[in-house]
C-alpha cells in the first residue's frame, strides 16, 4: 500500500499527551511528515517523534518552542524546571543547541525557520 503523507499546515498546539499519541501513531505508520506552516509549542514535538528523515520542511514552516504549562488540579498554569528540561531533552541535538543559542525554553516563543530551519531539516 502507498503511504502518505501527514501534512501540518497550521497547529497552535495544544494538549502534549494528545501529539505524543498522534505522533506515535505516525511514526509507527512509517509515513512522512510535511511542515507546511506555523507548527508551534506542543506541535514541535513532531521532531522528538518522527525520525529526521522523515520529516521535510517547506518555505512555510515555522517551528515556535517555549517552556511547557502545567496546569493543575484547580485550572492554575505554572512553569516546571523540570518539565522544562524533560521538553527540552527530548529534542534532538542540533534543535537543542539551536535552543540554546536562542535564550532556551522560558515564557517566550521562539521561532525557528528560514535558513536556520533548513539546515536542520531538508526542504520537500
Request: glycine share 8%.
Amino acid at each position: 500500500p502507498a503511504l502518505a503523507d501527514v501534512r501540518i499546515v497550521a497547529s497552535s498546539g495544544g494538549v502534549v499527551g494528545n501529539y505524543l499519541d498522534f505522533f506515535a501513531k505516525v511514526k509507527r505508520s512509517g509515513e512522512r511528515v510535511v511542515i507546511d506552516g506555523p507548527c508551534l509549542s506542543a506541535c514541535t514535538l513532531v521532531l522528538s517523534t518522527i525520525p529526521r528523515n522523515r520529516i521535510c520542511v517547506t518555505s512555510r514552516a515555522v517551528l515556535g518552542f517555549h517552556a511547557p504549562q502545567i496546569i493543575d488540579q484547580n485550572g492554575r498554569s505554572r512553569r516546571s524546571r523540570e518539565a522544562t528540561r524533560a521538553v527540552t531533552a527530548s529534542y534532538p541535538p542540533a534543535v537543542r543547541a539551536w535552543i540554546k543559542r536562542n535564550g532556551g525554553l522560558n515564557s517566550n516563543m521562539i521561532m525557528l525557520r528560514g535558513r536556520e530551519l533548513n539546515a536542520l531539516y531538508r526542504r520537500c
